[in-house]
């Protein structure tokens, strides 16, 4: 029976052996198998990738003629071209975001993926605040698509620039000055300021400031230069040229000579540029006299 004991309790101490394999990791032999595994996990997921990148790249290449022919049926609803443009980015970039998507759930990044396109969680919050100037500006250009305060090719004033409307972006509108500058005012600031447009009326009105002296007849000189600016072709006869005297100088009348032209055919500038010649050449040809401001100079002496 002690026999018995000893013989058990031998058994109860036998723990169980525990297999200790060791791996020489600076061996060849160990490089080699990670780099067969490697090349195999790589052979696995390539053609998926491949094809993650195919689709990426082709819905780039087909955005901007699938959005073309996406947009056909608004030519029967607007003939706005900011409409147009604006409708055509839009589809655009939803098409390249889903192309975006596609490689992503490809790529096996499919929660990152979900989490893009659904904007939700710390990812979706970031984003909107990092993209919310981006937002606004493109909320602000379908809004401006939609109202048309102006259209490409006006000469428009906002926010205390003025130039000619060349281009309508999801981000900006940009203008091209009289100096020939590009000017690109962000569609929020467009948006929110008092737009001036000064070709929405093809009629524009000039004007050329003329000074006679005291000595001249007001009415002659007055006469003279509305049948001046009535030969004109560009001169329009609706509504009629103007001469009315503006103030009293010290040594001239001061005069204001208001006309009117299609902008659309003639530059306002222009026409006050020949008015001004014709003005010159005429009033030297019947004498009437068109003198400086009077300068009062004290000479001072010695007594």
Request: hydrophobic share 45%.
């Amino acid at each position: 029976m002690l026999g018995t004991l000893k013989s058990s309790v031998v058994l109860d101490n036998t723990a169980p052996m525990t297999e200790v394999i060791t791996v020489d990791t600076l061996s060849w032999n160990y490089f080699y198998e990670q780099a067969v595994q490697l090349l195999h996990v790589t052979a696995q997921i390539l053609p998926t990738l491949l094809l993650g990148v195919i689709l990426l790249v082709l819905s780039y290449l087909i955005s901007g003629p699938l959005s073309r022919l996406l947009i056909k049926p608004i030519d029967y609803m607007t003939d706005s071209k900011l409409v147009h443009l604006v409708v055509r980015r839009s589809i655009s970039t939803l098409i390249i975001l889903f192309g975006v998507y596609l490689f992503l759930r490809l790529a096996g990044l499919t929660q990152f993926a979900v989490a893009i396109m659904s904007g939700t969680g710390l990812i979706g919050l970031i984003l909107g605040f990092a993209f919310r100037d981006i937002a606004e500006n493109f909320i602000a250009s379908l809004l401006l698509s939609v109202q048309r305060p102006f259209k490409i090719d006006d000469v428009i004033e906002v926010d205390g620039r003025l130039g000619i409307v060349k281009k309508v972006t999801a981000r900006a509108t940009t203008l091209v000055d009289y100096d020939g500058n590009h000017i690109q005012i962000p569609n929020a600031t467009v948006y929110k300021n008092t737009i001036k447009n000064l070709t929405a009326n093809p009629k524009m009105r000039g004007r050329v400031d003329i000074g006679i002296g005291y000595d001249n007849d007001i009415r002659s000189a007055q006469t003279l230069a509305l049948d001046i600016a009535n030969q004109q072709n560009a001169v329009l006869s609706d509504p009629p040229a103007q001469v009315l005297i503006k103030n009293l100088g010290s040594s001239t009348i001061n005069f204001v000579l208001y006309f009117w032209v299609n902008s659309e055919q003639h530059s306002p500038l222009k026409v006050a540029s020949q008015l001004m010649r014709e003005l010159v050449n005429e009033f030297t040809k019947q004498n009437i006299s068109m003198p400086d401001d009077a300068r009062e100079r004290i000479i001072l002496t010695d007594p």
